[in-house]
Protein backbone atom coordinates (compact mmCIF):
# COMPACT_ATOMS: atom_id res chain seq x y z
CA UNK A 1 0.00 0.00 0.00
CA UNK A 2 1.01 3.71 -0.90
CA UNK A 3 0.38 5.91 1.92
CA UNK A 4 0.53 9.86 0.36
CA UNK A 5 0.18 12.74 3.33
CA UNK A 6 -0.32 16.84 2.88
CA UNK A 7 0.18 18.72 5.86
CA UNK A 8 0.58 22.38 5.98
CA UNK A 9 -3.04 24.10 5.15
CA UNK A 10 -5.04 26.56 7.30
CA UNK A 11 -6.55 29.92 7.73
CA UNK A 12 -4.42 32.91 5.75
CA UNK A 13 -4.71 36.67 5.04
CA UNK A 14 -4.85 37.86 1.81
CA UNK A 15 -1.29 38.60 0.50
CA UNK A 16 0.21 36.44 3.34
CA UNK A 17 2.18 33.26 2.57
CA UNK A 18 1.72 29.53 2.85
CA UNK A 19 3.95 26.67 2.73
CA UNK A 20 2.19 22.78 2.12
CA UNK A 21 4.26 19.53 2.19
CA UNK A 22 3.66 15.87 0.83
CA UNK A 23 5.01 12.91 1.72
CA UNK A 24 4.46 9.31 -0.24
CA UNK A 25 5.67 6.42 1.50
CA UNK A 26 4.48 2.87 1.47
CA UNK A 27 5.17 0.26 -1.38
CA UNK A 28 6.73 2.78 -3.89
CA UNK A 29 10.00 2.00 -5.64
CA UNK A 30 10.11 5.07 -7.75
CA UNK A 31 8.61 8.04 -8.53
CA UNK A 32 8.17 9.90 -12.18
CA UNK A 33 6.27 13.27 -10.83
CA UNK A 34 4.57 14.95 -8.08
CA UNK A 35 2.40 17.59 -7.71
CA UNK A 36 -0.29 19.61 -6.49
CA UNK A 37 -3.78 20.18 -7.89
CA UNK A 38 -6.78 22.02 -6.11
CA UNK A 39 -10.70 22.16 -5.83
CA UNK A 40 -12.64 25.22 -5.02
CA UNK A 41 -16.21 24.61 -4.20
CA UNK A 42 -18.29 24.07 -7.05
CA UNK A 43 -15.24 24.14 -9.22
CA UNK A 44 -13.32 21.21 -11.27
CA UNK A 45 -10.41 20.11 -9.88
CA UNK A 46 -7.60 21.84 -11.06
CA UNK A 47 -3.85 21.36 -12.03
CA UNK A 48 -1.67 23.93 -9.62
CA UNK A 49 1.96 22.28 -10.06
CA UNK A 50 4.38 19.11 -11.15
CA UNK A 51 7.47 18.62 -10.76
CA UNK A 52 9.34 15.45 -12.07
CA UNK A 53 12.30 13.42 -11.46
CA UNK A 54 14.35 15.17 -13.90
CA UNK A 55 13.24 18.47 -12.47
CA UNK A 56 11.01 19.95 -14.72
CA UNK A 57 8.50 22.35 -13.31
CA UNK A 58 5.09 23.27 -14.70
CA UNK A 59 2.11 25.82 -13.20
CA UNK A 60 -0.99 26.99 -13.79
CA UNK A 61 -0.73 30.35 -15.14
CA UNK A 62 -3.00 32.14 -11.94
CA UNK A 63 0.08 30.75 -9.85
CA UNK A 64 3.30 31.93 -12.02
CA UNK A 65 5.33 34.16 -9.75
CA UNK A 66 3.54 33.31 -6.90
CA UNK A 67 3.85 29.69 -5.70
CA UNK A 68 7.23 27.83 -6.20
CA UNK A 69 7.44 23.90 -6.43
CA UNK A 70 10.49 21.87 -4.72
CA UNK A 71 10.75 18.44 -3.93
CA UNK A 72 13.53 16.12 -1.74
CA UNK A 73 13.77 12.57 -4.47
CA UNK A 74 15.43 10.99 -1.20
CA UNK A 75 12.76 11.51 1.15
CA UNK A 76 9.90 10.88 -1.54
CA UNK A 77 8.73 14.51 -0.34
CA UNK A 78 7.79 17.69 -2.43
CA UNK A 79 6.78 21.15 -1.07
CA UNK A 80 4.33 23.88 -2.50
CA UNK A 81 5.50 27.35 -1.61
CA UNK A 82 2.82 29.53 -1.62
CA UNK A 83 3.29 33.50 -1.47
CA UNK A 84 1.05 36.61 -2.14
CA UNK A 85 -2.06 34.65 -1.12
CA UNK A 86 -5.21 35.83 -2.75
CA UNK A 87 -9.17 34.60 -1.66
CA UNK A 88 -8.96 33.13 -5.38
CA UNK A 89 -6.81 30.70 -3.89
CA UNK A 90 -9.36 29.21 -1.54
CA UNK A 91 -9.49 25.25 -1.98
CA UNK A 92 -8.99 21.86 -1.47
CA UNK A 93 -5.26 21.05 -2.11
CA UNK A 94 -4.53 18.05 -3.35
CA UNK A 95 -0.99 15.86 -3.95
CA UNK A 96 -0.62 14.06 -6.52
CA UNK A 97 1.58 11.11 -7.02
CA UNK A 98 2.93 9.12 -10.18
CA UNK A 99 5.14 5.95 -10.21
CA UNK A 100 7.51 5.02 -11.66
CA UNK A 101 6.86 1.22 -12.05
CA UNK A 102 5.13 -0.55 -15.00
CA UNK A 103 2.68 -0.55 -14.97
CA UNK A 104 2.30 3.19 -13.83
CA UNK A 105 0.19 4.08 -11.21
CA UNK A 106 -1.98 6.89 -9.72
CA UNK A 107 -1.73 8.28 -5.93
CA UNK A 108 -4.09 10.96 -4.46
CA UNK A 109 -3.63 12.51 -0.79
CA UNK A 110 -6.75 12.93 1.20
CA UNK A 111 -6.50 16.99 0.47
CA UNK A 112 -5.98 20.04 3.00
CA UNK A 113 -7.40 23.52 3.20
CA UNK A 114 -6.32 26.27 2.49
CA UNK A 115 -8.61 29.34 3.34
CA UNK A 116 -7.23 32.80 2.01
CA UNK A 117 -9.67 35.84 3.88
CA UNK A 118 -9.42 38.52 5.66
Known amino acids: QVHVVESGGGLVQPGGSLRLSCVAS????????MGWYRQAPGKERELVAVITSGGTTNYADSVKGRFTISRDSAKNTVSLQMNSLKSEDTAVYYC????????????WGQGTQVTVSS
Open 96 to 107: HVLGGSWPPAVY
Open 26 to 33: GNIFSINA
